[in-house]
C-alpha cells in the first residue's frame, strides 16, 4: 500500500530533480562506473559547485562557477579547465544530468502506478527518506531511496547486481567559499586545448 502522506509521483519527480543540484550537502559517495569498478568519493555540494576527493583527503576535482581544477595523470599534477555552463562533465557528471526533471518524469510516468505503489518511508543511515520500486529498464527494477530533505537520490539497488549508488554520512552544513577554491600550482590540459580562449586565465 503507499504511504498515505507520502508525495504524489510529480512531488517525487521535483524532489529528485532537486537533488540534481542539492543547495547543500557533504558526504561519503560509493557507485559503480562503466567499467563495473567500485569508486569511493567523498563530495561536497554547493548548488553548482562542488568538491571531490578521490580516495578522501585526495583532490580528484573542484567544479566552480567557470573553472575545473582537477587531478590529471597526463599532465603530472592539477590543471584547470574552462567549465562549460550547459553541461557538466569529467568527474562531476557522474553526480548530475544535462536535464533532471526531463530525465525523472521520462522514467517514473512510464508506470506511475508502480512508484505509488511501492512508495514508503524510510530510513537511510539516519535519515528520513522515501523509498520506491522504479518503473523496468533495461530490463530490471532497480529500488531507488531518496533523501527527504535534500532530494538526493542516497541509494540505487539493482536487483541483480546489488546497490551500485549509495551515499552515507551525509551532512546539511553549508560548504564555505574555500571548499571550492585552489591556490596551488596548476598547467592547462593539452587535450583540452580546444577549451581555453586567448589569454585564458582560471577565476
Not at 568519493?41 to 548548488?47: H, L, S
Not at 522504479?134 to 531507488?144: F, H, I, T
Amino acid at each position: 500500500m503507499p504511504d498515505p502522506v507520502g508525495p504524489t509521483v510529480a512531488e517525487l519527480i521535483e524532489l529528485l530533480a532537486r537533488g540534481d543540484q542539492p543547495a547543500a550537502v557533504t558526504g561519503m559517495y560509493r557507485w559503480l562506473d562503466s567499467e563495473q569498478r567500485q569508486r569511493t568519493w567523498k563530495a561536497w555540494r554547493r548548488g553548482r559547485l562542488a568538491r571531490i576527493e578521490e580516495p578522501p583527503g585526495v583532490l580528484a576535482l573542484i567544479a566552480g562557477e567557470r573553472t575545473y581544477w582537477m587531478s590529471w595523470p597526463p599532465a603530472d599534477g592539477i590543471v584547470a579547465v574552462p567549465r562549460n555552463s550547459d553541461i557538466d562533465d569529467f568527474e562531476l557528471s557522474a553526480l548530475t544530468k544535462p536535464d533532471p526533471h526531463t530525465y525523472w518524469r521520462s522514467w517514473l510516468l512510464r508506470e506511475p502506478e508502480t512508484v505509488e505503489a511501492t512508495l514508503h518511508r524510510v530510513e537511510h543511515d539516519g535519515r528520513a527518506a522515501w523509498q520506491f520500486v522504479a518503473p523496468e529498464a533495461e530490463g530490471a527494477r532497480c529500488v531507488l531511496t531518496v533523501d527527504e530533505r535534500t532530494g538526493l537520490l542516497v541509494r540505487a539497488e539493482h536487483p541483480e547486481a546489488g546497490v551500485f549508488k549509495e551515499w552515507w554520512d551525509l551532512s546539511d552544513e553549508v560548504p564555505d567559499d574555500e571548499t571550492f577554491a585552489y591556490h596551488g600550482e596548476w598547467q592547462r590540459a593539452a587535450e583540452f586545448s580546444h577549451r581555453y580562449p586567448p589569454d585564458w586565465q582560471p577565476t
